[in-house]
């Protein structure tokens, strides 16, 4: 008996092989192999089969000296792939068949009863939720070190005015950590969005077999218990047939690159001349091949176009389980590619993100100034009118009127007389002129979650907050 190094032929062949009388034609095994993709699920196949010798074990389905000897050979076959002493087969069919091949090569037959009481269908089922389980925490404290970068920025701007817009047109006045908050804040539930789906993950598949059970004495809660789930999924068929996970996930991941791409957005145009809103650090920058003047934010578009695959891998999802019959279907082999290139293409977005944003630097001058275009104070007028009990859409009407005259003569709102202000409202006193300047319109917006230093404040505390206790989690 090998105790080391190469699989024999027997134990390489395909799991399912023994009734056929001819091995499958090389081009079909290249096709249906998924080794190159799976293969990341080692660890995870690993933990669930010495869950699963163990709880054979109590069963009495193997002896307790069986279960301890392929325990000690997974263990070892785990530290080997991760240290690089074992390198994976690409020529197995995947990394079920390669681990228990490696197992049955290191421990003789005593390796052929790791698969007592199990099908493929319900093991790999498990091992996606087991890599799930494992990978989305990580996504999930890069959200919140993401957060916490915004946090930062935000706490040093909570006085720096901006134009806040709607349809891309200067609306009111913001302040950048205002704007910042928000951006923070989609992240916060992009994080509570993949704890929910990982509530949906907590239960353990594994025992449905390929699909109608067993007739042996498993016990699937034992060993749901020993793998940290909640408990067990309560019907085979659906066990094995459900991709609902990767769809959830995938489909927050979507919502998460999508929040992405709108701040890059916003990055690609602030950082243009014709706001000069942000300087991205040259580490976060590219030049021209031809222009040499040119520092473009090549890293948010680049982010803003890996949008479209994210996407793309959801919607492959969901079209590849359209029209399933239950159970299982050789189609749903596909669910791992698209799965992995979503956690693989947002992760290394929201790393990259987050190192360009926090090696930018800030242009509150500008910001300032743009606050001086667009009538940005128009509705203070008329929530200035509707204190002195005229009724608001006849208050919009009065600012609009003296956003017409200041149109007319070319200049801002404040650089109004009070005749033209009384020309609009014999209601508009001098007061007027003290609630027009843009320390004035931000300090009196304090109804919560607005843009009023204090009140920003508060949401800076309460996304601390919030970091600090998913971080730590």
């Not at 021209?288 to 578009?301: G, I, V």
């Amino acid at each position: 008996m090998e105790t080391h190094g190469t699989m024999t032929e027997d134990n390489h062949a395909a799991l399912w092989h023994g009734r056929f009388s001819d091995g499958p034609d090389a081009e079909a095994v290249a096709f249906e192999t998924s080794i190159h993709v799976d293969e990341r699920m080692a660890h995870d196949d690993i933990l669930g089969s010495k869950a699963h010798v163990q709880m054979l074990a109590r069963s009495k389905l193997i002896s307790q000296e069986e279960a301890d000897e392929m325990c000690d050979a997974l263990a070892a076959i785990d530290d080997d792939i991760a240290s690089g002493a074992l390198k994976i087969d690409d020529s197995s069919e995947d990394i079920h068949s390669f681990i228990e091949a490696c197992l049955t090569d290191r421990i003789g037959e005593a390796g052929k009863k790791v698969h007592t009481g199990r099908s493929r269908n319900d093991q790999i089922a498990l091992d996606e939720r087991l890599y799930v389980r494992r990978v989305v925490p990580e996504l999930q404290r890069q959200l919140c070190a993401l957060v916490e970068t915004l946090v930062f920025i935000a706490e040093k701007h909570t006085s720096s005015p901006m134009p806040g817009f709607t349809h891309m047109q200067h609306a009111q006045i913001v302040t950048l950590a205002h704007h910042l908050c928000a951006w923070a804040w989609s992240f916060v539930r992009d994080v509570e969005r993949l704890s929910d789906a990982l509530k949906r993950i907590a239960f353990s598949p594994i025992g449905s077999g390929a699909l109608a059970g067993s007739t042996l004495p498993l016990d699937r809660s034992y060993e749901a218990e020993l793998l940290g789930f909640a408990g067990v999924t309560p019907n085979s068929l659906d066990s094995v047939s459900d991709r609902d996970y990767c769809i959830e996930i995938t489909s927050a991941l979507a919502i998460l690159q999508m929040h992405l791409s709108r701040c890059c957005e916003e990055v690609v145009l602030w950082a243009s001349s014709e706001f000069s809103f942000i300087e991205l650090s040259e580490k976060w920058s590219t030049g021209s091949s031809l222009m040499p003047q040119k520092k473009n934010p090549d890293f948010a578009e680049l982010i803003r176009g890996r949008t479209g695959k994210v996407y793309g891998d959801l919607i492959a999802l969901l079209v590849m389980m359209k029209g399933l019959p239950l159970a299982y279907n050789r189609d749903m082999q596909e669910d791992k590619e698209s799965l992995f290139d979503a956690l693989d293409t947002v992760s290394s977005c929201v790393s990259v993100f987050t190192n360009m944003i926090a090696t930018a630097t800030w242009n509150a001058d500008a910001m300032k100034r743009a606050c001086g275009n667009g009538y940005l104070n128009a509705t203070d007028v008329a929530e200035y009118l509707v204190k002195k009990n005229i009724p608001f859409r006849t208050a919009h009407g009065i600012a609009a009127h003296a956003v017409k005259l200041a149109l007319k003569k070319k200049c801002a709102l404040a650089e109004l007389s009070l005749a033209e202000f009384k020309q609009c409202s014999p209601a508009i006193e001098e007061d007027i002129f003290a609630q027009l300047n843009v320390d004035s319109c931000l300090s009196a917006r304090k109804t919560e979650g607005a843009p009023a230093p204090e009140c920003v404040e508060k949401q800076i505390a309460a996304l601390k907050q919030f970091a600090h206790g998913k971080a730590v989690c």
